[in-house]
């Protein structure tokens, strides 16, 4: 029988380290705002209450449709509520559709206030695919889709929501933002994947690391962290200032060494934070350049 989980284990398990997936969108989103002369703190605000929501309701779901099915039953990573027993399925599933909930609240006082109403769209497919990532009969994170919906929910989505929101348009530096964080953020959930590849591989779990193998991941993980910095060059033709982003680079120095290293199981866990760190660096000092441009 279950325990009741401590407030710390619940903290654990909305899984912070993951955090900067859900603000380094909004932030890049906010400067690219600013460069088309549009921020809005409020809006800006509302869209990073809306992604902080949604990466946890992901969180919780993910704990709580993995907990069931069994796939965390032997976890190399820090421990999940339902797989390690601290709290009952329904429990963190009511935490799941609480978060997921709230953000899709969020989201409808941002387009009712903005009147951005199309976005409700885009909205439900965020919400859609927080949950059938690991729930539902036919998870598509099981079907090596997780990496993609990533790229295109907390990339394309979150960045280009949050500049559209302000700006009601779009330009190329909110779009290579959009590319460069959705990279990221792919490479984040890549680390992640490729620490799981023997536990995943004998639940059933087709993730995109089980169907590249270790070497691919790896390779596929250092093209990922690279797109960010090629983007930066691009935009620094059009404006000098953004090229601060390059100071980023040195945040990755160490997960890339681990990865070329061969490092596996436990020691990816630093890979996660240090990528997510990188990725929110790399938004804060993009944001600023086009902001200053």
């Known amino acids: 029988m279950a325990r009741m989980a401590s407030l710390a284990e619940w903290i654990e398990g909305a899984r912070p380290r993951t955090l900067p997936n859900a603000v380094a969108p909004v932030v890049a989103g906010a400067g690219a705002a600013a460069e088309l002369g549009a921020f809005s703190w409020w809006r800006s605000l509302l869209a990073l209450l809306v992604a902080l929501s949604l990466i946890v309701g992901v969180n919780y779901a993910n704990d709580y449709s993995d907990g069931v099915r069994g796939t ?4 190399v ?3 999940r509520l339902v797989g390690s027993g601290a709290a009952r399925p329904k429990a963190v599933l009511g935490a799941a559709l609480a978060a997921l909930g709230l953000a899709g609240v969020l989201g409808l ?4 206030l903005t009147g951005t109403w199309w976005l409700l769209v885009m909205g439900a497919a965020c919400l859609a695919a927080a ?3 690991t729930g539902g009969r036919r998870p598509y994170g099981y079907a090596g889709l997780g990496e993609v919906a990533v790229f295109l929910f907390f990339g394309l989505a979150a960045v280009l929501g949050t500049v559209y929101v302000q700006a009601e348009t779009i330009s190329w530096a909110a779009a290579g933002c959009a590319v460069a964080v959705g990279s990221l953020s792919m ?3 890549g ?3 490729l620490r799981d590849i023997p536990t995943d591989r004998a639940a059933g779990k087709r993730t995109l690391a089980v169907r590249l193998g270790d070497a691919g991941t790896r390779s596929l993980y250092l093209a990922l962290v690279t797109v960010p910095f090629v983007i930066t060059v691009a935009m620094g033709l059009a404006h000098p200032v953004t090229l601060l ?3 980023a680079a040195p945040l990755l120095v160490r997960p890339v060494r681990t990865i070329v290293a061969g490092r ?3 020691g990816l866990v630093p890979v996660l934070r240090d990528t997510g760190l990188a990725m929110l660096a790399w938004s804060v000092l993009t944001a600023t350049g086009l902001a200053l441009a």
């Not at 006082?109 to 009712?112: F, P, S, T, W």
């Open 191 to 193: 680390a992640n994947n």
């Open 245 to 247: 982003a390059l100071l």
């Open 264 to 266: 596996d199981g436990l």
């Open 77 to 79: 990573g820090p421990p």
């Open 109 to 112: 006082v941002l387009v009712a």
């Open 72 to 75: 965390d039953a032997d976890r």
């Open 187 to 189: 490479a984040v959930l």
């Open 131 to 133: 949950w059938f990532y």
